[in-house]
Every structure is written in structure tokens, then in C-alpha cells.
């Protein structure tokens, strides 16, 4: 059995992202326009749709404007769930236990981008 062939999206420059820093990238899943949330971590990029699991709202509030605490850990503007950076697990709040939905992301020839299976 083959492996399914992948194709890459464009998301963003890899200068973008920076380490305890959160961004809102834009792209198409399900043929769905849709937002991720993406950072950096010490050993690559992270993104997950930007989608909290307590309510489903966003977890900005304004337009690229997330809060982070004092860990660099990313806290949902809407009821104050936090989640940790590497998996995107909730560890405080309205969803302990929870994750966010990894989206996988690659960083290539100073480039961010998006796996997409075809
Ligand atoms: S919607 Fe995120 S904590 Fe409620």
C-alpha cells in the first residue's frame, strides 16, 4: 500500500511565527474558509483551528489579538480556558481535558505550511 500523496498549502512566512507569540492564519478545510491560530514552539510550528472546545467561540478577541499568560500558554478570551502550546490541551478552566484540533504544519524553505492529504 502507497502512502497517499501530500500536498502543502502556503500559510504564512516562517518569520511569522515566534515563540509564545499567537497569530491567526486563514485557509480552506472541508472546502469550509476557516482560522487557525498557529505559534511556534522550540522544535517547529504548531496550529490548531481557532475554535475553543468549551463553546466553540474564537480565542481572540479582536481581530490576531490573543491573550497568553505568564507561561506563554494561550488563554481563551471567552471563559478563560488555557491551554498548553505543545499539544493544545486544555489545562485550566471550563474544558480541563479538552484539545484543541491540531491542524499539521510544516516549516519549509522559510515557508509555513499546511499538510493537505490528496
Ligand atoms: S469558549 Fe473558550 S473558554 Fe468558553
Redesign the pocket.
Known amino acids: 500500500m502507497s502512502d497517499p500523496v501530500s500536498q502543502f498549502e502556503f500559510l504564512c512566512p516562517a518569520d511569522q511565527l515566534v515563540v509564545d507569540q499567537f497569530i491567526e492564519l486563514e485557509t480552506r478545510l472541508d472546502d469550509q474558509p476557516c482560522w487557525l491560530v498557529a505559534t511556534r514552539r522550540p522544535d517547529g510550528p504548531r496550529a490548531w483551528l481557532n475554535v475553543?472546545p468549551?463553546?466553540?467561540?474564537p480565542?481572540n478577541w479582536a481581530p490576531n489579538q490573543f491573550i497568553r499568560d505568564d507561561q506563554g500558554q494561550l488563554v481563551?478570551a471567552?471563559?478563560?480556558?488555557v491551554f498548553e502550546t505543545d499539544g493544545g490541551q486544555c489545562v485550566a478552566?471550563?474544558?480541563q481535558g479538552a484539545s484543541l484540533k491540531a491542524v499539521e504544519v510544516i516549516e519549509k524553505d522559510g515557508q509555513i505550511l499546511r499538510r493537505v492529504e490528496g
Open positions: 475553543c468549551h463553546a466553540g467561540r480565542l481563551c471567552a471563559h478563560g480556558a478552566g471550563p474544558c
